[in-house]
């Protein structure tokens, strides 16, 4: 049961643990430009491991919400910054399925993924996206590239959203002397 003004404990833990594992899944992408080219295939397969739990504790917390509707805003902020914070928050779902979903789709085009399965942190098989698997190899590759592209793209306006949501939560606590984070904390 939620407090007034605060959400749920479930959606708070869904809150922090997505966005750490986000911003690990960022790092650890990051970092294949500086390893041995030997260790590079270990950290994407943890990326790609990674990425799938995020896609699933994000439907988890999807369902989560829509069963248990967020805290009203406080009534102090004007209407403009309702719309941009709701306006953000889409946005951020969406993302936060586009970009595991487009991952999984590039992972699932390449041209090995049939002599390398994929597995869950080495622990269990993980299928790739069938239908993109078995289309012809030249259209598989152009599949692969687009995918790619889409994944690198989203990551980018994951930047920017990042950007947008960390400032408007600042701003309501030090400028608006708001309790915003104390919305999102235990
Ligand atoms: C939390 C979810 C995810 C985030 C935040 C994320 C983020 C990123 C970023 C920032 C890059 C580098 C893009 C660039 O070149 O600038 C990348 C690359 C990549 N991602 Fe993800 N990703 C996620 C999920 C997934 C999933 C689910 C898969 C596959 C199952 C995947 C597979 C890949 C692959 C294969 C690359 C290219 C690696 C390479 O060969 O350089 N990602 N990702």
Redesign the pocket.
């Known amino acids: 049961m939620a407090q007034a003004g605060k959400y749920t404990r479930v959606a708070i833990a869904f809150h922090w643990l997505i966005a750490a ?2 911003v690990a ?2 790092v650890l ?2 970092s ?1 430009t500086l390893v041995a080219d030997d260790t590079i295939r270990p950290l ?1 397969d943890t ?2 491991s ?3 739990t ?2 699933g504790l994000a439907a988890m917390r999807l369902l989560w919400r829509m069963a248990n509707p967020p805290p009203p805003l406080p009534p102090s902020y004007p209407g403009w910054e309702r719309w941009a914070a709701h306006a953000a928050h889409l946005l951020l779902y969406v993302v ?1 399925f586009c ?6 789709l ?2 699932s085009a ?1 041209k090995d993924a049939a002599t390398h399965p ?1 597995r869950l942190f080495g622990l269990f098989p993980w299928p790739r996206i069938g239908w993109v698997m078995g289309v012809e190899p030249d259209a598989k590759e152009r599949l692969h590239d687009l995918f ?1 592209l889409m ?2 793209s989203i ?1 980018y306006v ?1 930047y920017a959203l990042f950007v947008v949501h960390v400032a408007g939560a600042l701003k309501h606590q030090l400028v608006d002397k708001e309790p915003e984070l104390q919305r999102m904390l235990p």
């Open positions: 594992l986000i899944n960022v992408i990051w294949t994407i990326h790609k990674i990425g799938i995020v896609l936060i970009l595991p979903l487009t991952g999984w590039h992972d390449w994929m790619g994944h690198t990551a994951l």
